[in-house]
């Protein structure tokens, strides 16, 4: 007999914790093995955490526990879902981020694969049925078609069966015990085959920073190099270096715009050693993925935030390309950021993190400017060629601004035809998606929102929908208003959408790609715009913030940010420095070939230091002045921060509880600890659930952790409400 503890599927601060069953059956089962299980009338699935053998009956267990227990349904895995080390780096990112067990293995692990009953429908391996020689002697075949065959498979060893047709010839074959049928592994996702290339010479500067970054006994290494100063090829060059070594190597990119291209630099230099993990991939393309690297057929791995849970062994190097992007941070639990698990995994192996951006995050830049990290600087572009001229355009100003097209500034405009003239490509940064953000009645003033989470319903005119941002809740287009009935529907602001049409009416003959979520979600398409606009079939391409980060599009001599200023309204404590790294990001696109680059900068804010640091792409002066604004408010860096969230189904209830958290907290009298709120969120009903927040800033969690995470296990599924933490939140 033997008593297991179970976590179950639902990943719940209030069920974080072990279940007690029995198994008396023939199969092995081990910690992290999957367990169909009864749990609450149900059949649930979960994953063991402790086996215990005992030579006691179920009666004489229950008699010891005072409680009856139930016997595991079914054991589900063969070995354990995880390695040693990924088994040890769950525990780690659980305890960080104060996430439970359960989510955090939802996380790590392709869908079939994971610890929960969906999984069970999840795909599986897939096969295909081969052809292997086993006797090249020609004596006893009947026919030439059986002597091509033959003859085929001696020439390749094994074949696949549907390319050797004639299934007559085949069994006479298998007959006569020349050939024998045998089933093999089929990828359901193959990367290109490209070219093989050489690696290219390295500048002074790049093997300046090579070399540092190689020689460095710190295990995290800032690479603070401009746009276009060919920090790719120094990540190329470092995981030539590692491989040689017998190591593997990890390449996150922020966005899975970004993926194709940095697939395909690694697969020239690197051929068939690599593999690709992303929420891009079919699940069924994701489980092969996964498989391969697991296996130890794939040494390089590319994808974007959730590759950093990789199954890849004796790992050397692991990097994160534009680093700084908040992508690589998770909104829901377990509330994790790539960067901070990169450098746990780099403990168990002795690896080496290497954190890539031309604007660093301000909590990265300090850490590297106290000495945690090492700092390796490269200032110049490759090819030598100056970054773009920048030029702000006051958009308050009615005489830079165009009749009827009043988000368009007539040096926009001017300089949009002067390029197309030229037959230069141009790039338009629009970072809000749809036609119109704002929709409302003319006449009574009412404003359409989700009636889910009460955010301003977008207007998308492609589908003539109306699209809410934050949980996708769609619905038609309005005929009328719904509250005075009047037809007279207005709609106000603009999105990618709507630029675009501006754009095709002032330049008629352009050819225009646009590119945003809405238009990545159909599958390869992203991919396919992206390599239509490099290879010149376009001639602007407008779009959010994935056209604006990593891309290296040589004929783009002018990008234009339409609205620059849009960021500085978010809520978030990041707003100005995610302005100016969107800012720099996007100028650096322009003039990386031999034209120059040019910049014009829209903005209703004209005097904001993060719009005229970011036009000058002076990232110092920007750290100088935002710091001491952190400073000032106790913002990381100088703070950490955690988010507690209380939820419920009955608003009066997250209110009272988030106000006695907040009681029991201030109780405590913890040292340096600050609690704000409890607060309304921006996104405030969402899924049934009300919820409120307390912003905690802290500068040590030795004392306050073990307290938050006691809360947690104490009032979470109490009352109705349920507790959960946002560890490191980029915004509040």
């Known amino acids: 007999m033997k008593i297991l503890d179970v976590y179950i599927e639902y990943g719940k601060t209030s069920l ?39 030579s006691q009956s179920k009666e004489e267990i229950e008699e010891a526990n005072g409680f009856s227990l139930s016997f595991v349904e079914e054991i589900i895995d063969e070995e354990p879902l995880l390695n040693e080390e990924l088994s040890r780096l769950a525990g780690e990112v659980a305890e960080y981020y104060l996430a439970p067990k359960t989510a955090v293995l939802q996380t790590m692990l392709p869908s079939s694969l994971r610890p929960a009953r969906s999984a069970l429908k999840g795909p599986k391996i897939a096969y295909e049925t081969w052809v292997r020689l086993l006797d090249p002697n020609e004596e006893g075949l009947t026919s ?53 290339e050489q690696a290219h010479p390295l500048t002074i500067e790049q093997s300046r920073a090579y070399q540092k970054i190689l020689s460095t006994e710190k295990e995290v290494v800032l690479l603070q190099g401009v746009t276009g100063s060919g920090k790719t090829e120094v990540y190329l060059h470092l995981s030539e270096h590692y491989l040689s070594e017998g190591k593997n190597v990890l390449m996150l990119v922020p966005e899975i715009s970004l993926t194709p291209i940095m697939v395909e630099y690694f697969s020239r230099r690197f051929q068939n050693n690599v593999a690709i993990l992303h929420s891009g991939l079919t699940p069924a393309e994701k489980y092969d993925e996964y498989r391969k690297i697991a296996s130890g057929r794939a040494r390089i791995v590319i994808g974007a935030r959730s590759a950093i849970f990789a199954p890849l062994s004796n790992i050397g190097l692991i990097i994160l390309d534009e680093e700084h992007v908040e992508s690589y941070k998770q909104d829901q639990s377990p509330t994790y950021h790539a960067r901070e698990v990169a450098i746990m995994r780099a403990k168990h192996f002795g690896a080496k993190v290497l954190l890539g951006s031309a604007t660093p995050s301000l909590e990265s830049k300090a850490r590297a400017m106290k000495g945690v990290y090492e700092y390796v600087e490269m200032g110049h572009r490759v090819n030598e060629k100056a970054l773009p001229s920048t030029e702000i355009v006051d958009l308050s100003k009615p005489y830079n601004r165009i009749p009827g097209y009043d988000v368009f500034s007539k040096k926009l405009i001017a300089k949009i035809k002067e390029k197309l003239d030229r037959h230069q490509q141009i790039i338009l940064l629009m970072n809000r998606r749809g036609y119109s953000p704002y929709i409302g009645c003319h006449d009574c003033g009412y404003v359409y929102k989700c009636p889910n989470c009460g955010s301003f319903l977008t207007y998308h005119k492609n589908d003539n929908m109306l699209k809410c941002h934050h949980c996708d809740y769609v619905a038609k287009y309005p005929d009328k208003c719904p509250e005075c009935g009047s037809t007279k529907i207005k709609r106000t602001g603009y999105g990618t959408e709507r630029i675009v049409k501006k754009i095709e009416e002032l330049a008629p003959n352009a050819r225009i790609a646009r590119l945003d979520s809405d238009v990545a979600k159909v599958r390869n398409r992203l991919n396919k715009t992206l390599e239509e606009f490099r290879h010149e079939q376009y001639d602007v391409l407008i779009g959010t913030q994935m056209i604006a980060k990593g891309h290296d599009f040589p004929k783009v001599t002018l990008v234009g940010v339409v609205q620059a200023d849009l960021g500085l309204y978010s809520p978030s404590y990041r707003a100005s420095e995610n302005t100016f790294e969107l800012l720099t990001q996007a100028v650096g696109r322009a003039g990386r070939s031999k034209e120059s680059g040019e910049a014009i900068i829209q903005t209703f804010n004209p005097f904001d230091y993060a719009i005229t640091t970011g036009a000058k792409q002076d990232y110092e002066a920007f750290y100088k002045k935002e710091m001491e604004n952190r400073k000032i408010g106790k913002l990381p860096p100088y703070y950490y921060l955690v988010v507690i969230k209380v939820r419920s189904k009955n608003q009066e209830k997250a209110a009272e509880a988030a106000y006695d958290i907040k009681a029991d907290l201030e109780k405590q009298q913890f040292d340096k600890v600050y609690a704000i709120g409890p607060a309304t969120p921006y996104i405030a009903f969402q899924g049934g659930y009300f919820t409120k927040t307390i912003l905690v800033k802290y500068r040590v969690r030795d004392e306050l952790f073990p307290y938050l995470k006691a809360l947690g296990k104490r009032l979470s599924g109490r009352a109705g409400v349920e507790l959960s933490f946002d560890v490191d939140p980029i915004d509040y």
Do not use: C, H, W
């Open 144 to 196: 030439d078609k059986q002597v091509e065959m033959l003859r085929l498979l001696a020439e390749n060893k094994e074949v696949l069966k549907k390319d050797l047709g004639s299934p007559s010839s085949l069994e006479k074959l298998i007959e006569l015990k020349k050939a024998a049928l045998f089933k093999k592994e089929k990828d359901r996702f193959q990367i290109p085959e490209f070219e093989k």
């Open 16 to 54: 974080d914790r072990p279940f007690s069953y029995l198994y008396d059956g023939p199969k092995n089962v081990e910690p992290l093995f999957r367990v169909l299980v009864n749990f609450g009338k149900q059949t649930v699935m979960g994953f063991v955490s402790r086996v215990q053998e005992t």
